[in-house]
């Protein structure tokens, strides 16, 4: 039996494994996919690394400050750019001064943070919890090869919509909990990856952009420029808006449901975007919490210890996911005490 078990390896569930394991607690991380990092995601595509999910790191607070120059020293995360353009129906705006600030991304794309952070961590890969269940003392939890594992105490880092299936019906003596869990909506995403001809002339005023108020397009990224030692051609990332994800998200083909991106972009920036040498689509059905609980993260001790942590308890991004995983840490240990 292990002391916790942690569902799931993005960055909430790999840092508060990290932190249980120095506090000397006997932790494991059951994950679904085959690699780490959930939506801090990098597929390996043309010889090269593309951000299909989280496109870079930016800094708020002094403890995640001190965890990116810790991965700055170990050369796994550089400055990538300050300069994120605004495009709206205004055109193409530089930013602000106060908008300058740096944003982090990796040379070998971002789950590399992942895997720096899942050394020496058992992890169980390829393997889903379907169900929960316990008795007086332990959790049981069901994977999809229909095995049990046996726990003092859960940590779940799942997207809140996919914890609910799970865990409502052993939590009916916690109804506050499940309530705000119940509260939290999530997004969807379309992210396409594009590769082009190297004879086309590409950007060198910016690195990225937001896209205000367009119904398509949410985000543009130069992909490439994050290593550009490395890239043979230019790569660029689009990001749809949730409404037109929303719409997109249950047609069947996944170039259909892509192609508008591209268009659009083509329509927005410049006509030879709409045309990539070759691109691949990604959806993301829970990408982004529409609103964030505004708490690090969510503890009970009834029935047993359970702790659900993740980016959509204190905020939308990398660095909450990171505060939530460190907090979710810390109430294990005191659930644990109890
Ligand atoms: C398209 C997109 C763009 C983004 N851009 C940025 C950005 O530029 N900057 C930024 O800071 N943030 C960005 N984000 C948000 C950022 O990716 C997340 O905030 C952060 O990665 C969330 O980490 P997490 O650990 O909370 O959750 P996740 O990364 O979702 O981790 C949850 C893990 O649980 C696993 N899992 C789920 N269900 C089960 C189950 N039943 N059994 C076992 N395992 C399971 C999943 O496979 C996943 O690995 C973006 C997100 C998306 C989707």
Redesign the pocket.
């Known amino acids: 039996m292990k002391d916790v078990i942690v ?7 790999l840092t508060c494994a990290q932190q249980l394991k120095q506090a000397g607690i006997d932790v494991t991380i ?4 085959a690699g780490v990092g ?3 995601a990098t597929r390996r595509l043309q010889g090269t690394w593309v951000d299909h ?5 930016s800094v708020k607070s002094d403890g995640f400050g001190r965890f990116i120059r810790k991965l700055q020293e170990k050369g796994i995360v550089h400055e990538w750019t300050r300069n994120v353009y605004q495009l709206s129906a205004s055109g193409l705006l530089p930013p602000e001064a106060d908008a300058r600030h740096p944003r982090y991304c990796c040379s070998l794309g971002m789950t590399a943070i992942a895997k720096y952070l899942a050394n020496e961590i058992p992890i169980i890969n390829n ?3 379907i169900g929960v269940s316990h008795n007086d003392t332990k959790w049981q939890l069901v994977n999809d090869r229909q095995e049990v594992l046996e726990t003092s105490a859960i940590i779940s ?3 809140a919509p ?1 914890f609910l299936p ?1 865990f409502e019906e052993v939590l009916t003596l916690a109804p506050s909990f499940l309530q705000a869990v119940q509260s939290v909506k999530f997004a969807p ?1 379309v ?1 396409i990856m594009a590769g082009y001809n190297t004879s086309h002339s590409v950007p060198l005023e910016w690195q990225a952009i937001k896209c205000v108020n367009d119904p398509i397009l949410d985000w543009i990224s130069y992909d490439s420029s994050k290593h550009p030692d490395k890239a043979t051609q230019p790569v660029f990332v689009y ?1 749809s808006s949730a409404e037109f994800a929303k719409q997109s998200m249950e047609e069947p083909d996944l170039e259909i449901a892509g192609k508008p991106l591209l268009n659009q972009v083509g329509r927005l920036l410049a006509k030879w975007l709409s045309s990539p040498e070759w691109w691949q689509v990604h959806r ?1 059905r829970y ?2 919490a529409e609103e964030s609980l505004g708490v690090s993260c969510l503890s009970t001790a009834i029935p047993l210890a359970l702790v659900c942590a ?2 959509w308890c204190a905020g ?6 990171y505060h ?1 995983g460190v907090a979710a840490a810390e109430s294990a240990i005191e659930l644990l005490k109890a």
């Open positions: 569902i799931g390896a993005g960055m909430a569930g059951v994950e679904k996919s959930g939506r801090m999910g989280a496109q870079l790191l393997t889903r919890i880092t799942i997207p996919q799970l995403s992210t990001q993301w990408a982004l993740g980016d939308k991004n990398i660095e909450a996911a939530s």
